[in-house]
């Protein structure tokens, strides 16, 4: 069996999803596996500083070599504009980034491709649907309800595209003060909402593979380049993300030979 292609989506942004992205890609790495990260929100790019990655891509023959931050190989636009710059492009230009993300970028032999995906179901989720069919989608979503909504639309499209949902992650589920309780800010219940309508939009079971809390180490673990599930692995939010990675861990196997879709100009 081929590795896994897994795209992270959500419906909003601010959820979290590059912050689940990232240390799923580490903690998956830590177990042994060869992963690679395509950082597809071209816009709003952050898996670089998310992963700590302070080299540029390098170039043999006709194929872009990525590099590797704590022995996962990451690609993002944000190695290929100046810092502060925005990108401003429209749906075609998107598509080819996506592409060549996909099919100029030497990954080698991997166990699991994460794309990390813009919010909502625009140009770009829409080109990796078409250009890697066979991949899976794991929505990221929060507690509360109108983001869990949002998110629900946003699987919707696995409907369309008759692509599987793997999961749903819902995450800043709750703060825990220091006494032991637990403080639901942002409400409770959105990511068993989402798996529980999807589940029966779709007619396949869609897990809700784990609850992340609100933990400041997460938070700092992202700014400093070092996520948690490396650098704080006993805390509460490094514990919840390698959950989600057990969920996820592929059969053996890598992405060699497996065609998809898509073909290097």
Known sequence: MAGKIITVSSGKGGVGKSTVTANLAIALAKKGFNVGVVDADVYGFSIPQMLGVDQAPTQVSNMIVPPVAHGVKVISMGMFVPPGQPVVWRGPILHRAVQQFLSE?????????????????????LSVSQLVPTSQILLVTTPQSVAAEVAERAGQMAVLTQQRIVGVVENMSWLELPDGNRVEVFGAGGGAQVADRLSEATGQQVPLLGQIPLDVAVREGSDTGSPVVLNTPESSGARALAAVAEALVPRRGDLTGMNLGVTPV
Do not use: C, K
């Not at 970028?105 to 989720?125: E, K, S, Y």
């Open 105 to 125: 970028v030497f990954w080698g032999d991997l166990d699991v491709l994460l794309l990390d995906l813009p919010p909502g179901t625009g140009d770009i989720a």
